[in-house]
């Protein structure tokens, strides 16, 4: 067992002994209202996000600060301020602003079976569990003053933790000037004419977007968990996510890279380039990737032969 | 007894007078015990006799071709290949010139005798095939040609489609993760970090 597993493992003990100390509240669906509270959120603080994917761990470190819709993350390669559909990054190009959107899909697959009144970081909070039928996906700490996401454990389809968040310090009050303006912006464009099933493993798709003309990005959300699949024509060099770890679904290969906080994967189908990133589980990839299209393995005349008359 | 020596180079000589005395004396002596060399000298004998009924015509000395000349015509005389004019003039060389008529002789035999040589069977596998196992071979050469030129351009065509696509443009991640957290910004699910590139941009 790695580090980074053994402190995933560490962190979840923890907090699930803070909530066994801090009794049991009545449950109560209150998930969309805490979510809507933690995306209005104002506080700082230093995070640590941790991942283990099948074993392929990953472990960051972040400045956040939240006020408002507006949020600033900052690491060691750079900074991003994501704000009501916009990304101005410190990077030399990739602003982006989605000027669209339609509205989400309910959490309707999921339920909170227990929520509890705990204390984190030395502040009153309120945790609660999210079961997908009776399967636990997910434990969520939001803090009770401010409404933060102060911590999350996510789990997939074996029980088993593969992606923990928490903040180590917190701040109220946020001092950071954080600015959305950008000289350079990309817009996404909202398009109809999508070769991208409607909805992938349990997730709607909610919008489409085109890019530079021969770019598709669908956005997938079940109301908890969300992915984008970007469609991209012909051949890419995908860099070193074209040698990430290989694995199969279906009989069908794909390439995976596992950050802290998401998950991207990388395959081709019918002369088309596909990279898939979100947060989704790793039990729900495998049931998303299988509706989304895919090539299965060929022997080599088979490959000849569609290759030539497609 | 003397040896049963076959003396053919010395016969032409003893007809002609040109042998010495003790070469005559040998021949004689030899030509006394050996049938075949007797046949050998009678059939000499008749051929000299032969030449000699030749006609003989006086032409005048200017026109008469010189030795070393017509012993040049002498095998297309043989052959058959002079024109009428030359054949003229061998004809009337001859029937001056007995050392043409002798080497007009000898050359004869040896023709004859390359004639009567027996005729080379060469081995089987070394005679070339009938005609019609030749059209077949050929046959068989063409069809194998057409195949292995459409494999070559087949295999050239597949190795081109698979090469010569436009270069691969580098995915951008920072692009990518970008545009995914923009839109995931204004989603209602969790909330956690935003996407983030796991390297650095292209540009």
């Not at chain 1, 101005?88 to 899909?105: M, Q």
């Not at chain 2, 991640?173 to 969790?190: C, E, L, M, P, Y």
Request: glycine share 8%; with cysteine.
């Amino acid at each position: 067992m790695n580090g980074v597993r053994r402190i995933l493992l560490i962190a979840v003990g923890a907090v699930a002994l803070v909530l066994v100390q801090a009794g049991v509240a009545a449950a109560d669906d209150q998930l969309d209202e805490l979510l809507d509270r933690a995306g209005q959120a104002e506080y700082a603080g230093n995070q640590v996000v941790l991942a283990d994917w099948d074993g392929e761990t990953a472990i960051e470190f972040f400045e956040v600060s939240s006020r408002g819709s507006v949020m600033l993350v900052r690491q060691q390669s750079g900074q991003a301020v994501v704000a009501n559909g916009k990304v101005i990054s410190s990077a030399a190009s990739g602003d982006v602003v989605v000027p669209e959107w339609s509205t989400s899909v309910s959490q309707d697959r999921y339920t909170v079976v227990d929520t509890r009144s705990i204390e984190f970081l030395g502040r009153a909070a309120t945790a609660v569990e999210v079961f997908e039928g009776g399967q636990r996906r997910a434990r969520l700490v939001f803090d009770a003053a401010s409404g933060a996401a102060v911590a999350s454990e996510l789990f997939d389809g074996d029980g088993e933790p593969y992606r923990v968040s928490y903040l180590l310090s917190f701040e109220a009050i946020v001092d950071e000037p954080m600015t959305t303006n950008s000289a350079d912006v990309d817009v996404l464009l909202p398009v109809d004419d999508v070769d991208l099933p409607v909805t992938a493993g349990g997730y709607a798709r909610v919008d489409a977007y085109g890019f530079e003309g021969e770019q598709i990005q669908a956005f997938y959300s079940d109301g908890l968990f969300s992915f984008s699949v970007f469609a991209i024509a012909g051949r890419i060099d995908a860099g070193p996510l074209g040698e990430a770890t290989e694995f199969e679904v279906d009989r069908s290969v794909y390439r995976r890279m596992v950050t802290a906080g998401d998950v991207w994967v990388y395959w081709t189908a019918a002369g088309t380039s596909y990279v898939l990133v979100g947060d989704l589980p790793p039990d729900h990839l495998q049931d998303v990737l299988s509706d989304l299209p895919h090539r299965q393995r060929r022997g080599l005349l088979s490959r000849i032969w569609h290759g030539l008359f497609g | 007894m003397a040896p049963m020596i076959h003396l053919e180079e010395l016969l032409s000589a003893y007809l002609d007078g040109e042998l010495s005395r003790e070469e005559v004396g040998y021949v004689a002596r030899h030509l006394d015990g050996c049938e075949e060399c007797i046949a050998e000298f009678r059939a000499l004998q008749e051929a000299r006799a032969a030449v000699r009924t030749l006609p003989r015509l006086e032409l005048p000395v200017a026109l008469l071709p010189d030795h070393e000349t017509t012993g040049e015509l002498l095998s297309a005389y043989l052959d058959g290949e002079l024109s009428a004019a030359a054949t003229k003039t061998v004809v009337e060389h001859l029937g001056g010139c007995p050392a043409c008529r002798d080497d007009l002789h000898d050359l004869d035999a040896a023709r004859a005798a390359i004639r009567s040589m027996p005729t080379l069977e060469l081995p089987a596998e070394l005679v070339p095939a009938r005609e019609h196992d030749l059209d077949e071979v050929r046959h068989v050469r063409r069809r194998a040609a057409v195949w292995a030129t459409s494999i070559a351009a087949m295999v050239a065509l597949v190795v081109g489609i698979s090469t010569a696509q436009p270069p691969a443009q580098p995915i951008d991640f920072t692009s990518i993760a970008n545009r995914h957290a923009a839109r995931d910004s204004v989603d209602t699910g969790f909330i956690g970090i935003p996407a983030l590139a796991p390297v650095e941009g292209t540009e």
